[in-house]
């Protein structure tokens, strides 16, 4: 349980910088019938345009590549 706490509080960090122009991400769709992901969409536009469900409330992270940080999960 330790282990996903450390992972989750991991993904929430955010950059501090200003916004970039532009946000990019990918999304699918997961289909329960064929046990897989179909749908796949490779998605950009102005980071002005964000909607509400593509920003974290308590964060302000978003689902833009650019919003992401690589984390190292170790155990130690």
């Given at each position: 349980m330790r282990y996903f706490l450390v992972l989750l509080?991991?993904?929430c960090i955010c950059p501090s910088s200003a916004a970039p122009?532009?946000?990019h991400y990918s999304s699918y769709q997961w289909n329960t019938?064929?046990?897989k992901a179909v749908n796949?969409?490779?998605i950009s536009h102005?980071?002005?345009q964000l909607k509400s469900?593509?920003?974290?409330?308590?964060t302000g992270?978003?689902?833009?590549?650019e919003d992401q940080?690589?984390?190292q999960v170790g155990i130690t």
């Open positions: 509080v991991g993904l122009k532009m946000c019938f064929v046990k796949y969409r490779q102005p980071y002005t469900y593509e920003v974290d409330k308590l992270c978003s689902v833009c590549r940080q690589w984390i």
